[in-house]
């Protein structure tokens, strides 16, 4: 009995279809069962088919917030970062995590040599972390770091170099004081 009606309604459909636009149908999903007789379906099918064109926009709904918290995830997460230059001028700018403090200080004008580009090969890019908690939070350098500080002008218990040193949440607040002289 249901099997007969549904292919009723599906003939009716296809008929109809022949004759609309998508366009109108897509604006429309109801027009059918609002103007033709033929397809007024049981009432048991209508909420079987009100019950699915419910699940579609709730599927919508969903992607819709789904999206819009994708976005918010997609927001970058920056950390502050202050340079104390030769002059003892301070900078205070924002650092994407991942981003090397190399690169933030060319970004925002800061002068922080690297002359190798960040291929362990010198020590223009050195800086000296200001506060022992935050040096102990970086990562131990390398033997090539340690090759290349050994030749740093002005080295101290906290120098790194600053393509090394990449912006990570802990870091937050990191002071970074720039030498006042480099050896290449
Ligand atoms: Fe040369 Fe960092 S830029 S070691």
Redo the contacts with the bound molecule.
């Keep these: 009995m249901l099997n007969s009606r549904v292919a009723r309604f599906g003939a009716c459909v296809a008929k109809h279809l022949s004759k609309r636009t998508y366009a109108s149908m897509s604006r429309s999903p109801y027009i059918l069962t609002a103007t033709n007789r033929c397809l007024q379906p049981p009432l048991s099918f209508n909420m079987l088919y009100n019950g699915a064109m419910i699940k579609k926009h709730s599927f919508f709904s969903t992607m819709t917030t789904n999206n819009t918290s994708e976005e918010g995830g997609d927001k970058e997460e920056t950390i502050s970062v202050t340079f104390v230059g030769k002059d003892d001028g301070e900078t205070h700018i924002k650092v994407p995590v991942g981003m090397s403090m190399?690169e933030a200080a060319h970004e925002n004008d800061i002068e922080l040599e690297?002359?190798?580009?960040?291929?362990?090969?010198?020590?223009?890019?050195h800086v000296i972390v200001m506060d022992v908690e935050y040096y102990n939070k970086l990562e131990d350098p390398i033997d090539e770091e340690n090759d290349?500080l050994d030749l740093a002008f002005g080295l101290s218990e906290t120098s790194r170099?600053?393509?090394?040193v990449i912006a990570k949440p802990e870091l937050d607040g990191i002071r970074l004081a720039i030498p006042g002289a480099t050896l290449r």
């Design positions: 190399l690297g002359a190798c580009e960040a291929s362990l090969a010198c020590s223009t890019c290349m170099l600053g393509c090394q």
